[in-house]
C-alpha cells in the first residue's frame, strides 16, 4: 500500500509493521537522524531497520509503520481541547529539541545544510553563522546595488545552534485523538541557528483555516527581526 508519493519518492506498507521509503535523491543522514532522535529526545519517530545503498546513494530506508492520521486530514475532526493538547505536546517536543545544542550548521554527522522555500538547495557543513549566512545570499538573484545592502544586512551572526527538523508542518506529524503518534520527515533537520526552525514552520499557515492560532503555543513568538529579514529575503532567493 502506498501512504505517500512526492517528486519520485514513495512510501509503501510493506508489512504490518513496516514501511519503505524509496525514490530519487534521499538524504544519506535522513536514517541517522531518526536514530540520533529516539536516543536523544522523546518524540515519537520511526526506528529505522535498514538503509538500502547503490553505490554512495541511498535508495530506500526501511522502517517501522507509524499508526495515526496526518494532522492537516485529521484537525477539521478535531475540538479545541484536543487542538490544545496537540500544540502543547508538540511545544514540548520542540523544547527538546532546541535543548541540543550543536558546533556547526549541517545535517548529523557533518552532513550538508539545506536551504530553500521551492527547491532545495544543499551546502556546507559550516563553521560558523557567518558562512551560513553567505551561503544563503549565494541564492540571491542579481539585485540593484541597493537591494544588496539591505540583504546583507537582513542576516546576523550571534545565535546558539539548535537541532531543527526543518519542516514542521502538520503534513508530517500523525496523531490518534488527541494524542501526537509520530512526527515524520526528518530529512531537513540538522543543526541550524535557533531561529530557523520559526522561519520553516511559518511557512506553513494555512494548511488549515485556524493553524495559526495555535502555532504560538508550539513555537511561542520570538525572533521577530529575523522573521522580517528572512521575510525580505525569501522575496529575492532563487529557491
Known amino acids: 500500500m502506498i ?5 519520485g519518492r514513495k512510501v509503501v506498507r510493506v508489512e504490518e509493521n513496516r514501511v519503505i521509503k524509496s525514490g530519487p535523491n534521499l ?11 529516539a536516543d536523544n529526545t522523546t518524540i515519537p519517530v520511526p526506528t529505522v531497520h535498514e538503509t538500502r545503498w ?4 541511498v535508495v530506500a530506508i526501511v522502517m517501522d509503520y507509524m499508526p495515526g492520521k496526518r494532522l492537516d486530514e485529521a484537525w477539521k475532526t478535531l475540538d479545541p481541547g484536543q487542538k490544545s ?23 548529523v554527522g557533518h552532513g550538508k ?17 557567518q558562512q551560513f549566512n553567505t551561503f544563503i545570499l549565494e541564492d540571491l538573484v542579481k539585485l540593484p546595488d541597493v537591494l ?21 508542518a502538520p503534513r508530517n506529524i500523525l496523531v490518534e485523538g488527541d494524542r501526537v503518534t509520530a512526527v515524520l520527515d526528518w530529512e531537513d533537520a540538522g543543526w541550524y541557528p535557533e531561529y530557523w526552525e520559526y522561519i520553516k514552520a511559518l ?6 483555516p485556524d493553524w495559526p492560532e495555535y502555532l504560538p503555543v508550539i513555537l511561542p513568538p520570538r525572533y521577530e527581526k529575523e522573521y522580517l529579514g528572512m521575510a525580505f529575503l525569501a522575496r529575492l532567493l532563487r529557491h
Open 85 to 107: 493538547s496537540i500544540a502543547r505536546q508538540l511545544h514540548s517536543y520542540l523544547v527538546q529539541l532546541r535543548r541540543l545544542k550543536g558546533t556547526y550548521i549541517g545535517a
Open 113 to 129: 545544510a539545506c536551504i530553500g522555500q521551492r527547491a532545495s538547495v544543499v551546502g556546507g557543513p559550516f563553521d560558523s553563522e
Open 203 to 208: 511557512q506553513h499557515l494555512k494548511p488549515m
Open 148 to 168: 544588496q545592502h539591505y540583504a546583507k544586512h537582513a542576516l546576523t551572526d550571534n545565535h546558539e545552534i539548535v537541532f531543527t527538523h526543518g519542516d514542521f
Open 3 to 7: 501512504l505517500h508519493s512526492l517528486y
Open 27 to 37: 538524504r544519506a543522514h535522513e536514517a541517522q537522524t531518526l536514530r540520533f532522535v
Open 54 to 57: 547503490e553505490g554512495s546513494q
